[in-house]
């Protein structure tokens, strides 16, 4: 089977012309740097299967960014068939310049002029023939995302011969000095010669690696460092050769995309328009009052509660699902269809089976367990369709660019916002993006802070405990809530990154350079994509590590030392209870500790869990909730009725919240626990695997300490309003206390400076 690496400047389309290639569905961002590692499919629809590598994006094929060296090795080493070059059409000249940089290998390279349908929509034009002639390699334009032109692009690699030799715009210039590395290098035998000749020339540090490179470079150019002189005359190449391809329309407006950009990156404005964006996805996908904000709010006044409308009770059970005396949002309404339809079939089978233990087993362990966070998945999809458009559209690059303008002095790059970003999806993509930060110090703080960023899994947390607190407190907005705790893992993740890359992780920010993609609208079948991708893991997640979960959690819970089963009245007595009892007085300064009463463990043993998998915390308390559903009356002298409420998870948080008598603070406090702690399993592989050797112990400590003083924080702060001043005395010290470091050693390195200039 032929194989053809795609290659070619990040953001170009090199993902979605993948996708389209081999009918994968691997992540396109609207964002320079998604794809970091190489990825592999097949071309079936001609004659032969062709197989197609998509690589790392990269501006040059120096050595400069791990994703440079992986492509640069791939097709040196590799030996694919043939490259397929992406040239961004509307971007012709800077992506030109990686053409000409690959035309100097010995590969065949076919280059696939992209987003055609764009330079077509701005009136412009690319003449693919005479950019074909002029670069002697076939030119097809194409538009992977409309998906034109591809047959003609993969018959005519697939037609290419075998064999090319590299050639160079150079020639003219260098021509000499190139000629002699490359005959050094065709007497050794080296693959692609003409490619390291110029590489030498350049002195580029992989280059200088190899035997006898200095002598060589040295009889052929001398002490004179060539690289500059090199890429100048790429583009003078470029500008005088190849830009006559493209033929502008004439008129120089301003695009639409720097008239959005005017607003929407504007110096003071772009920040508090990024909250308010960000709350409204909130408001639409948890608010149970969806009318409350702005002029609507007097609409949603003196609505009548749904018992007082005197509806039968089939209608009443409909009704429910859109409007309580409010209207709810269309996330809660998604979560209400789901919901009823679960509670529904828990009845049903809890009834159906006369066992006690079976049936305890099956509905409360098994199913409660499940449901509580399956019931979630519609709200958990709705969130990330939300922060999918937002990065689709090319929103989530420019606030990476308006943060950099913030956090750049103090040793935090935009660059670095993007993997955190993603964090919102799953820590692990998040953390191997994470390759793209050339400072390793940078890397490994951002490593460490992208769990703050609360992923898909700790949504039912959130949504949960925060639904739970308006029921059962009858106070808050659970929106209200679940924003503010993503805007605390936010401001946590920042403030971590900023002590750490002033004390421990010290070092250069490198600068952050970013190509703005242009707007556009997001795409639908992306979209759906990227649901589809969300709804399989997470349903395979539920029905393996949290389906063995929730039986183990029930059959500990149900049993005593010496393996009796327990009726659900004795489950204080349970093998769970008394491990959970151990660990419980730790959490004691966070609230959910030793002064919560008889069900209190529950708490500990769901934080301890969800190191496993972060949906085991509220699966947790479906399972034990559902058993204190089924103990009704006896639960706090709470009747079962009020429980028996209507929402599973949020249920089975009442049900504990019922059971224990626990704080808002506490509570609160346990939801950014558990947001800021350790990660789940596979986050915590992932972490280990890319951070440098040794680092991660500390990395977890790092998690420890967060979570600890976070949660602390949250929950005296919460009960007793003034300890604020002692928190941010505490802070103040702490700042002053990095800041004062930080001048003292500043002014002793310049004593010793002037000292060394004196003795010189
Ligand atoms: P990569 O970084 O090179 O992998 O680029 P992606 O495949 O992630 O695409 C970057 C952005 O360009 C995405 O928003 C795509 O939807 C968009 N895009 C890709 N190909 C085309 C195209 O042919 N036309 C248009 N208009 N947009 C495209
Ligand atoms: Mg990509």
Redesign the pocket.
């Known amino acids: 089977m032929k194989t053809f690496a795609l290659c070619?400047n990040?953001?170009?389309?090199?993902?979605?012309l993948f996708n389209a290639l081999t009918g994968a569905t691997a992540h396109?961002?609207?964002w320079?740097g998604?794809?970091v590692d190489k990825r592999e499919g097949v071309y079936k629809k001609s004659g032969e299967n062709i197989a197609i590598i998509d690589l790392p994006?990269i501006y040059s094929l120096s050595p400069y960014t791990p994703e440079e060296v992986i492509s640069r090795n791939y097709i040196l080493d590799e030996n694919p068939y043939g490259v397929i070059n992406i040239v961004d059409a509307t971007n012709l000249e800077r992506n030109l310049y990686l053409t000409t940089q690959l035309l100097e290998m010995d590969v065949p390279v076919i280059v696939a002029l992209?987003?055609m349908?764009?330079v077509e929509k701005a009136g412009d034009k690319v003449d693919a023939k005479t950019l074909e002639e002029r670069l002697g390699v076939p030119v097809v334009a194409v538009?992977?995302?409309?998906g034109t032109g591809i047959k003609d692009l993969m018959a005519r690699a697939a037609a290419l011969p075998a064999k090319r030799s590299g050639n160079s715009v150079l020639e003219e210039d260098f021509g000499d000095k190139l000629r002699k590395v490359r005959e050094h290098y065709e007497a050794e035998e080296v693959a692609s010669p003409l490619f390291h000749a110029v590489k030498l020339l350049e002195r580029d540090e992989l280059e200088l690696k190899r035997k006898n490179a200095a002598a060589v470079l040295e009889q052929a150019a001398g002490e004179e460092d060539l690289e500059a002189a090199i890429a100048d005359a790429r583009y003078k190449y470029i500008s005088a050769n190849l830009s006559v391809a493209k033929t502008k329309n004439g008129k120089e407006t301003l695009t639409k995309s720097d008239k959005i950009d005017k607003v929407l990156t504007h110096r003071v404005w772009a920040i508090p328009i990024f909250l308010v964006i960000m709350f409204a996805i909130f408001h639409v996908t948890f608010s149970e009052d969806f009318l409350y904000i702005g002029a609507w709010a007097s609409l949603g006044k003196g609505l009548p509660a749904l018992d007082d409308l005197n509806l039968s009770e089939g209608m009443a059970t409909f009704v429910g699902i859109f409007y309580d005396g409010a209207v709810f949002s269309p996330g809660v309404i998604l979560f209400n269809i789901f919901d009823t339809l679960f509670g529904t079939i828990m009845d049903a089978v809890g009834g159906a089976i006369p066992t006690e233990w079976l049936s305890g087993l099956v509905a409360d362990g098994v199913l409660g367990g499940l449901f509580a966070v399956l019931g979630f998945l519609p709200q958990i999809l709705m969130l990330f369709m939300w922060f999918s458009l937002l990065e689709?559209s090319g929103y989530m690059a420019r606030i990476a660019f308006v943060l950099d303008r913030i956090f750049r002095r103090f040793g935090l790059s935009g660059r670095a916002f993007l993997p955190m970003i993603m964090g919102f999806g799953c820590s692990v993509p998040a953390m191997i993006n994470t390759r793209t930060l050339a400072d390793e110090k940078e890397r490994t703080a951002t490593v460490r802070v992208i769990p703050f960023f609360s992923c898909g899994a700790k949504l039912p947390i959130l949504t949960a405990i925060a639904g739970g607190v308006v029921q059962y407190f009858g106070v808050g907005h659970a929106d209200l809530i679940t924003y503010a705790m993503y805007l605390l893992g936010i401001v946590a993740a920042i403030v971590s990154v900023l002590l750490m890359r002033n004390t421990t992780l010290k070092g250069e920010t490198p600068p952050f350079i970013m190509e703005l993609?242009t707007y556009?609208w997001p795409?639908f079948k992306?979209l759906m994509l990227h649901l589809w991708d969300k709804t399989k893991h997470f349903v395979k997640k539920a029905f393996t590590i949290i389906f063995a979960s929730t039986v183990l959690i029930w059959l500990f819970s149900h049993l005593n030392w010496s393996w009796h089963y327990l009726p659900d009245e004795q489950m204080n007595e349970s093998i769970l209870a008394s491990v959970g009892k151990l660990v419980q007085p730790i959490f004691t300064p966070l609230g959910f500790g030793s002064q919560i009463g008889a069900y209190g463990w529950v708490f500990a043993v769901a934080a301890i869990i969800g190191l496993v998998a972060k949906e085991n915390v509220i699966s947790t308390f479906g399972t034990l909730g559902a058993c204190l559903i089924a103990l009704g009356a006896n639960v706090g002298g709470v009747t079962s009725d009020v429980l028996l409420a209507d929402e599973e998870g949020i249920t089975a948080t009442v049900a504990m919240i019922t059971a224990t008598g626990i704080s808002i603070p506490g509570l609160i406090a346990f939801i950014a626990f558990n947001m800021t702690t350790i990660p789940c399993f596979a986050a915590c592989a992932t972490a280990k695997g890319e951070l440098k050797k040794g680092t991660f112990k500390w990395t977890l400590l790092f998690w420890l300490a967060s979570s600890y003083v976070i949660g602390a924080a949250v929950y005296t702060i919460g009960s007793w309003w003034w300890t604020a001043f002692i928190w941010a005395a505490v802070v103040a010290a702490v700042t002053l206390l990095v800041v004062f470091r930080n001048l003292g050693k500043l002014k002793f390195r310049k004593r010793k400076s002037a000292r060394g200039e004196a003795n010189a």
Do not use: I, Q, W, Y
């Open positions: 070619g990040p953001n170009c389309g090199k993902t979605t396109v961002g609207n320079p998604v794809t994006g992209n987003m349908d764009e538009s992977a995302l409309k689709d993609p556009h795409r992306n």
